[in-house]
């Protein structure tokens, strides 16, 4: 048992901007034009109840004991939903008939469209009448002393029940409606016993009756379906020491009873009594209302409405309403409440209120409201002593739709969300609205939560933002969708123009807010007006993120341009170099011809040029990378400063801008496009030029003797490096490319000693030291190496160039290759003074003569040298066998 206080709950709550109910037909009893003179003027009780989409019959307990039967057809529902119009003069609602069924007050009326009859519970009696009032009532001697008649509501677990009750293995399905609860209540214990038990027809119903202290479970009976016509329910069970009760629901096989006292619930099942709630002794009458949907009940205490489930326990949040309730309807997600003239409607879930509508002047008296049992109608009436009004549950459309117009997006997406979440809106109406919203949104500049609406929308085109971007008429106009939305926004224009027309409808604002005049425009805005340059970074900042998440989408070629396209502008727009290049130089759908006089005369050439070079246009991109080459190159030597950082940064640009060039290069066959490029890349970059001649990349290799020709012949690195690829990696056995590799290496060589040579002072003296570096020098192992190893140079014309110098081993090799022997021994013994060498190379020549000749030459060099007598003891020593003694005695 939980035991409530008296301020439970009691907090403040401002009701929400929303029209969800609309008055749309009502009556006033004062009427003669419509009711007559005779029509009672105090309604007591109230019932609904749906005979078609077309028509609904409205049932009216009067003060002096009669019954008024209405009809409304809630399809000829006027457009005009204001709360303003005159009940009286509604076209929707007509007055059939009353009947008189007793001198007291009508405290209930209760509808059971199954066995086509009504019941109405007056001064303690039940009267039961056919559902047209046709026929006159009939007044029911059993029971006495009615307090509060309940119908069962349950949900499909608990209404199935085995048609094997009794275990014999017989199923039973032809039985009643109170036969089968009364199967299932068939344990029932104590102070409970049973009436009867025979067959009765499938479409009678039951009830719960509070009477005499007692509950007593009654089967009311189809007109008709029984030998004895007279019969017209019988009572199946009752509970006894049920005393006090003024409000009952029946849920499932649980019965909620409020009494002073507080709230209890009975179990059919066992008869037990539970207490629920104690109420204080201040409080006011309890008052139950069943939740049919939430298969639940709402428990009043006070002005505060508790959710409970079929077993009595509380879920969800409890219902805080701002006055003590006379009535409560129950209408889709809402609960409506109605006091004094007003009412409120609250949200089941949040328990906020949403919507308050005034009826009736303050004093009227007690108002009562009806709905349909099961929830589901979307209309409810509401009676005042005097007036009886028909509201309609505004469609999801309507409702938006309102919200939208009052600019309160929040309301807006909790609704769509909890209507989708219902089954009541599809994704694609979800999808709409988050686009309409977000639309609102951006005409209110605030950019970012409209972009999140954007993304939010599955089925906005990105082209819907193009006119954002690039003003009409454009490449893209046709692709923009027209006249999807519901009006409530602008059309669209340039983000400065949304900016500017923004800022201008603050400033009208304020002025009016100074007037005294309420406005739309956002309270941030009016205390913090937007400056314009932030407003602008920013819408183009969230239209950047829509458009770099729609190209992840599937999209159709012509809207996949636009995209790729407008994001470069909006890029351009903010300098937003990285990311521009990064978009030029991967894989893109820009259109080349909308961006190259933006670009170019933006001065992002970068840009342009790995955009031309993404569509294939490596012409006009080298063209760019040569000019930014030699702008950057020419900045070094402008620089005032002398700055190294700044050196350092310029020419890490140029080399960014040769390397670009030499990947286009690479992969080009175009032979005068690459040498015509060629000169400028080696200025930078030697290494990536011989890159750019010897690249595998391109499907045929350049014809090496255009290339050469092209070659500066300054860059005598590059010549050789590129002549030495031909012979080694392409195997190339053309004399003439042989030939010029090597009269290349020996003019490079003479080259490197003759500057060895002037850099050292004549005067000092040390020539072997001066030697020894020019044997060192690393082009000479170069040429030395390719002289020995190729069959297939020129070896006079290599001859020629070094014959007056001091490279004495190339001469060497070269006259070995022309077979001159003699001159190779010369050389060899006494240029080089290698008598290994020597002694090495008369073994190659293999004749004996051969040492003969370099014994001669080691004791007569000749030229005033003098004899070398410890070479030729050496070479007598190793190879005197090969030697003629008498031609050795005679020299």
């Known amino acids: 048992m939980i035991r409530v206080p008296p301020n439970f709950f009691m907090a403040k709550l401002e009701p929400k901007d929303r029209k969800v109910l609309y008055l749309f037909a009502g009556l006033d009893a004062s009427n003669a034009k419509i009711f007559p003179r005779s029509y009672p003027r105090s309604f007591q009780s109230i019932t609904v109840s749906t005979i078609s989409t077309s028509q609904t019959l409205i049932y009216i307990g009067t003060e002096d004991g009669k019954v008024v039967l209405l009809s409304l057809n809630p399809s000829l529902n006027s457009k005009d939903n204001s709360s303003d119009q005159d009940p009286a003069s509604s076209r929707n609602i007509d007055f059939l008939r009353s009947v008189s ?91 409970m016993k049973s009436r009867a038990s025979e067959h009765r027809g499938d479409r009678n119903c039951v009830i719960a009756i509070a009477a005499s202290k007692k509950l007593i479970f009654v089967e009311l009976l189809l007109p008709g379906n029984d030998a004895d016509t007279s ?7 009752e509970i006894q020491g049920v005393d006090g009760v003024r409000s009952m629901v029946w849920i499932d096989d649980s019965i909620i009873v409020g009494t002073d006292d507080g709230y209890s619930m009975i179990s059919c099942s066992s008869g037990q009594i539970t207490l629920l709630f104690s109420l204080p002794e201040s409080s006011n009458n ?70 308050s509508i005034s009826f009736a002047a303050q004093g009227t008296g007690r108002c009562i409201i009806a709905d349909l049992e099961n929830g589901n109608s979307e209309v409810v009436v509401v009676a005042s002593p005097s007036k ?81 971007i690039m003003r009409d008429p454009n490449r893209w106009s046709q692709l923009v969708p027209r006249n999807r939305y519901w009006g409530l926004h602008p059309p669209p224009v340039p983000l ?6 923004g800022l201008m409808a603050i400033q009208r604002a304020v002025f009016l807010r100074k007037a005294g005049v309420e406005t739309t425009v956002d309270e941030k805005h009016l205390l913090n007006p937007p400056n314009r340059s932030d407003l602008l970074e920013s819408a183009i900042h969230n239209m950047i993120r829509y458009l770099r998440v729609s190209r992840d989408k599937d999209l159709n070629p012509s809207v996949r341009e636009g995209v790729d396209t407008l994001l470069m502008y ?81 020419l890490s640009a140029q080399e960014i801008a040769v390397r670009e060039a030499s990947k286009l290069l690479e992969e080009s066959s175009d032979v005068e496009m690459v040498l015509q490029h060629l000169g400028w890349i080696a200025d930078v970059d ?18 090496p003797e255009e290339v050469l020709a092209a070659i500066d012949p300054k860059k005598v690195e590059i010549q050789q490096r590129f002549l030495q690829w031909l012979i080694d990696d392409q195997e190339s056995d053309d004399c003439q490319f042989h030939t010029m590799y090597a009269v290349s290496l020996a003019k490079s060589a003479l080259e490197a000693v003759e500057m060895e040579l002037t850099s050292q002072n004549p005067s000092s003296g040390i020539m072997e030291e001066v030697n020894e570096k020019i044997s060192r020098i690393p082009v000479r192992a170069q040429l030395q190496l390719f002289l020995f190893c190729s069959d297939l140079y020129d070896p006079e014309e290599v001859l020629y160039l070094i014959e007056g110098s001091e490279l004495w081993l190339e001469k060497a090799i070269l006259y070995r290759k022309l077979g001159q022997e003699t001159l190779v021994l010369q050389i060899l013994a006494l240029k080089l003074e290698d008598s290994e060498a020597a002694e090495q190379y008369c073994a190659e020549i293999g004749r004996p003569d051969a040492y003969m000749q370099l014994l001669d030459m080691y004791l007569d060099p000749q030229d005033g040298k003098e004899p070398m007598f410890t070479a030729a003891v050496r070479l007598l020593h190793k190879h005197g066998e090969s030697l003629d003694p008498l031609q050795v005695l005679e020299i």
């Open 231 to 237: 019969s017209v329910f019988i009572v199946l069970n």
């Open 388 to 468: 009886v009004l028909c509201f309609r549950k505004a469609s999801a459309e309507e409702q938006i739709k309102d919200l939208l117009k009052k600019k309160n997006f929040k309301e807006v997406i909790s609704l769509v969300e909890e209507l989708e979440s219902m089954g009541e809106l599809t994704k694609e109406m979800l999808s709409f609205v988050h686009a309409q919203v977000g639309f609102l949104l951006l005409f209110d500049l605030h950019f970012e939560d409209a972009v999140n609406h954007f993304l939010l929308s599955e089925t906005m085109e990105p082209s819907e933002v193009f006119p954002f």
């Open 686 to 703: 030697e290494d990536l030029a011989l890159r750019v001649l010897t690249s595998s990349k391109r499907s045929h290799q350049l014809p």
């Open 101 to 191: 069924v007793s001198d007291s007050p009508v405290i209930a009326i209760y509808v059971f469209v199954e066995i086509g009859r009504i019941l109405v519970l007056s001064d303690g009696t039940l009267y039961l009448l056919d559902t047209l009032l046709l026929q006159p009532a009939r007044k029911l001697s059993f029971p006495k002393g009615v307090s509060v008649v309940a119908k069962r509501s349950c949900c499909e677990e608990s209404n199935s029940v085995s048609l094997d009750r009794f275990g014999d293995g017989v199923p039973r399905a032809e039985i009643s409606a109170g036969q089968r609860l009364f199967l299932k209540l068939g344990g029932i214990r104590g102070g």
């Open 496 to 501: 400065e123009d949304v900016v500017d027309d």
């Open 286 to 355: 309890p008052y139950l209302k069943s939740m049919w949907k939430q298969e639940g009940a709402i428990l009043l205490v006070d002005n505060v409405g508790i959710v409970v489930n079929s077993l009595g326990q509380p879920v969800g949040g409890s219902l805080v309403f701002r006055n003590l309730p006379d009535s409560i309807g129950d209408i889709g997600f809402y609960v409506i409440v109605v006091r004094d003239g007003s009412l409120d409607l609250y949200h089941k879930k949040t328990g906020a209120r949403i919507q």
């Open 570 to 650: 909006l890029y351009r727009a903010l300098n937003c170099v990285d990311e521009m290049e990064q978009l030029a130089s991967s894989p893109n759908s820009c259109l080349v011809e909308e961006l190259e006089t933006l670009l170019h005369d933006s001065g992002h050439l970068r840009t342009l040029a790995f955009l031309y070079a993404n569509k294939g246009r490596s012409t006009k991109a080298l063209d760019i990378w040569r000019i930014l080459a030699r702008n950057y190159s020419s900045g070094i030597w402008k620089d005032p400063k002398g700055s190294e950082d700044n050196s350092v940064i310029i």
